[in-house]
């Protein structure tokens, strides 16, 4: 085995990737947010996608919601990090349970005129795109579902003169009667 | 309406709620230096005599220091700085801690309320600073969540896995006035919930696996000295119980007496063959306290490739991240062994594991400790064996700094005892030993506290000599003086090419005048024949004492396993020529 000369061990695991999203319930008090995000950097893991907002506001919880990718040996390290964290009350991984619902909200603005402007009304009717604002030579679509729905929308949108492009980023929740 | 409140002995500045609380928590010394920020807490200071300051010379000082208080008494260390500069220099320590978890509550002064944010003069963002490297921080911005704070701040250091916590506090908020509670249950997070008993079928499984092993090993690390001097006695116990050997990590060491009889050594990358070997080869693997660090393990992929592992943990994120483990129990050490050795000795026999021993023994047999002796010149090694001579029968606590010394020292000072040995291990902070010792020190007034030293190290933070000698804090510092900043030079030779890039220390001061200058004691050895004599010497005065202990400029550390090595491909002192050495080192340059 050569490795450059080096006092560490540097041979990195090439395990896959799995992608998983996970629920974060957190105390929502100053500075929550950054110490879940410098904990990805901080750490090197990935975040594709974060979305953040108090979910009972009484009690002051706040829901994180991140999609993150890494090797299953990550992924538990992703978890007892967040777990640990003094503010943090719960980790769960949406993906594990695999009865969860996983939404995005796009907003997608489209410019054209004449047959690619029909094409991108018909498309959207297509999708369940919601138009929220039109002007004669543009759309601004409301889509909502999973993210890759929204990446097909938006693949279709392009030669039709997408403009721009606006996520929310995934919110997720269990199925059946029961909460986290 | 002030009528009532004014005399409410609850109503107090936040400057008093904080010198309040740190009673209320029983801290009797704190490791501080002033500043504008702090100002009203230092007026407090003044004016009582519960809790004793001690001044250090630089913030850093301040946060080693009560990081060895800490890890000799099992409470935890207060710090107290200013903002700015005071807060970014206690970055080191706090990191520190954090790596080694040791239990620290640091009070920083911050700018007032109103200039947050604006570049006020000494500001800085503390708590985002500091974020990385505490278990936990708080900005304090309303004097009436300040005595909630500050209890929370000392239950999270010092519960679940230890660690430094900061708690900023403006300065208006220390002048404004608010109501102070004494420490009650409803102070706590309710989010933080720290584990403390093992699972009880998890338990079950690793006592199985134990009874039936072959080759078991314990591998024992820094939770365990954590967990309290119960922990140590049960895990004695256990050793007892079992017949099983016995290795630790560098923060482990103490934990299970040097002197016992299935003691193997300290194990990793400069650990002694025997420990290595039965890491290597062992099929029952009883991991407690320790995370499987990359000092430890070596080349991941070779680590102990026939074992099963039962890993004990209080953090369930050391499960699983860098060794897959069979059988992990997460919770408090000392509680975990107790039940394991309950269940132990209910349902299991001591299994017969001769062959194993015998293995050991041959290993043992290779003496990989060992050095030619030299008339000379003093070996480094042989300066440690004498101190530890030297020093039986005392009282003694040990610190280091960080290099080669630090591996002489673990590998030849015997530790009978835990919390007799204070040194930086995850991080490896230059500079940890001398301010460490001080903090001991004061927890210890009438022990023999030495700090077995580097020339380059001891330099980082020799300020803080002025800081003992004010304090009477006899510390004794004992310098390894290779002229050389060996650790780096050894891997230089190993490594690059025995090009030695700035590994020389030119222009050494004079340690023995340097002391005097301090008002301390200077001794020298420069001879073996010199050095017992000037060891009694050293541990007789009643003063801080530099002691410059010429060694042998060109000693290497050994057993060691190299990089990219497993345990088992161990170079061994006696077989690390030139030849032998670069074909360990595949892909280092051609040696000496
Ligand atoms: C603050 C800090 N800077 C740099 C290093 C890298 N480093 C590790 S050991 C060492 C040399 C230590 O020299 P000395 O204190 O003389 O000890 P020796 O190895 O000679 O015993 C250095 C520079 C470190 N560990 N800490
Ligand atoms: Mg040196």
Redesign the pocket.
Known sequence: MNQPASAYFMEERHDPNETHTLSVLVANEPGVLARVIGLFSGRGYNIESLTVSETESLKHVSRITIVTTGTPMVIQQIKHQLDRMIPVYQVVDMTLTGRSIERELGMVKVKGAGDQRIEAMRLAEVFRARVVDATNESFVFEITGSTSKINQFIDLMRPLGLVEVSRTGVAAIGRGPDGM | MSDDKSHDPNQMTGAAMIVRALADHGVKHIFGYPGGAVLPIYDEIFQQSEVEHILVRHEQGAGHAAEGYARSTGKPGVVLVTSGPGATNMVTPLTDALMDSIPLVCITGQVPTHLIGNDAFQECDTVGITRPCTKHNWLVRDVNDLAKVLHEAFYVATTGRPGPVVVDVPKDVQFATGTYHPPRKTDVHVSYKPRVKGDAAQIRKAVALMAAAKRPVIYTGGGVINSGNEASKLLRELVEVTGFPITSTLMGLGAYPASGKNWLGMLGMHGTYEANMAMHDCDVMLCIGARFDDRITGRTDAFSPGSKKIHIDIDPSSINKNIRVDVPIIGDAGNIIGDLLHVFKAEAKKPKIDPWWFEIGRWRARNSLAYKKNNDVIL?QFAIQRLFEATRGHDTYITT??????MWAAQFFGFEEPHRWMTSGGL????YGLPAALGVQVAHRDSLVIDI??????Q?TMQEMSCAVQHELPIKIFI?N?Q?????RQWQQLLHGNRLSH?Y?EAMPDFVKLAEAYGAVGLQALKPDDLDGALQEMIKVKKPVLFDCRVAALENCFPMIPSGKAHNEMLLPAEANDDATAAAFAGGKALV
């Open positions: 480094p700094e960080v290099g080669q010394h630090q490896g902070t230059m500079g030293a580097g020339d380059a190290s001891v980082m390894l290779n050389y900043m060996g650790m780096v590994s220390t």
